[in-house]
T-cell receptor, first 116, second 113 residues
Framework: AQSVTQLGSHVSVSEGALVLLRCNYS??????LFWYVQYPNQGLQLLLKYTSAATLVKGINGFEAEFKKSETSFHLTKPSAHMSDAAEYFC??????????????FGKGTLLTVNP | KAGVTQTPRYLIKTRGQQVTLSCSPISGHRSVSWYQQTPGQGLQFLFE???????NKGNFPGRFSGRQFSNSRSEMNVSTLELGDSALYLC????????????FGPGTRLTVT
């Protein structure tokens, strides 16, 4: 079974500082990888996805992530944090077994706090 | 284009009762997936429906079931509710072809007392 590990359940940064949220996956085949963001009392919003087209993936709101197969990592970064980035972030991998790409396995999430 | 809608948004039920949650996907989307989100277990996949057929299933007991209608709308049902079923239930829709992304609804917050 696939698994996703997000290092750090809580990350705190200052406004304007670099955001780095870590994600490692376990998979025997190149997976599809995703980052989602969840604001309080809302559903999940897709930030970006990796589908093997390019190892550096750019997403919305200035976020990007780099797929590193040798490290089985897919860390999310943003050069300069904004107050509006405060939310919970989830890394997910799709399970392509059974002919469907739509079974997502999520990490436990990282709560990002942005300090003024 | 309207997003994924889920009804009701909040629900309170008593142990032993059953509940039905509804999800209307984005127009044109044929795949609907359901997830359970709890503080302890995080986000867990329940099942996915495509063209009225269950295409994938997670590791949940048989008390959790679902279905999809010809208009792609989906319902999930939980019978004999337990306290541990209290959670945010999220529905996601997609075109269902290949690796297109899933769009999530706002969720239904179920509280079991």
């Amino acid at each position: 079974a696939q698994s996703v590990t997000q290092l750090g359940s809580h990350v705190s940064v200052s406004e304007g500082a670099l955001v780095l949220l870590r994600c490692n996956y376990s998979s025997s085949v190149p997976p599809y990888l995703f980052w989602y963001v969840q604001y309080p009392n809302q559903g999940l919003q897709l930030l970006l996805k990796y589908t093997s087209a390019a190892t550096l993936v750019k997403g919305i709101n200035g976020f990007e992530a780099e797929f590193k197969k040798s490290e089985t990592s897919f860390h999310l970064t943003k050069p300069s944090a904004h107050m509006s980035d405060a939310a919970e972030y989830f890394c997910a991998v799709s399970d392509i077994s059974g002919g469907s790409n739509y079974k997502l396995t999520f990490g436990k999430g990282t709560l990002l706090t942005v300090n003024p | 284009k309207a997003g994924v809608t889920q009804t009701p948004r909040y629900l309170i039920k008593t142990r032993g009762q059953q509940v039905t949650l509804s999800c209307s996907p984005i127009s044109g989307h044929r795949s609907v997936s359901w997830y359970q989100q709890t503080p302890g277990q995080g986000l867990q996949f329940l099942f996915e429906y495509f063209s009225e057929t269950q295409r994938n299933k997670g590791n949940f007991p048989g008390r959790f079931s679902g279905r999809q209608f010809s208009n792609s709308r989906s319902e999930m049902n939980v019978s004999t509710l337990e306290l541990g079923d209290s959670a945010l239930y999220l529905c996601a829709s997609s075109l269902g072809q290949g690796n297109d992304e899933q769009y999530f609804g706002p969720g239904t917050r179920l509280t079991v007392t």
